[in-house]
């Protein structure tokens, strides 16, 4: 068992910045050796900013424990999410949403690995 301990922050320009700290016993799937009481297993940061176009950027960082150094954390790793949502000609709601997963090389950098683009329409109401 676990514990999510977090803050929302919303800054002057409507931003958001949610903050978790995961807790528990485990790393993973198996047990964590050095860990008496729980301890922080997972950091997770969430920021949400809505851009002069009205489009929404929805970035989440996390960083884990490493399974085999369970005294270490891994670097952050980045997945970013865009959404825009606008009326089509004929009255109907239609939201485009990119995402791209970012990964880290041999070198530490972050580049993406994974990238997605989905689109739902809503009929007219």
Not at 67 to 74: G, I
Not at 104 to 109: F, L
């Amino acid at each position: 068992s676990g514990r999510r301990v977090g803050t929302i922050t919303t800054k002057e320009d409507g931003s958001q910045v949610e903050e978790i700290d995961v807790y528990g016993r485990t790393v993973g799937f198996a047990a964590d050796a050095n860990a008496a009481t729980p301890r922080l297993q997972q950091q997770i940061v969430r920021e949400k900013t809505v851009q002069a176009d009205g489009s929404i950027v929805e970035s989440t960082n996390v960083r884990s424990r490493v399974s085999h150094d369970s005294d270490r954390m891994t670097n952050y790793e980045k997945t970013t999410e865009t959404s825009t949502v606008a009326t089509d000609a004929a009255g109907r709601q239609v939201k485009t949403t990119a995402t791209t997963v970012n990964r880290r090389d041999a070198s530490g950098t972050l580049r993406p690995a994974e990238t997605a683009v989905t689109v739902a329409v809503e009929p007219k109401k």
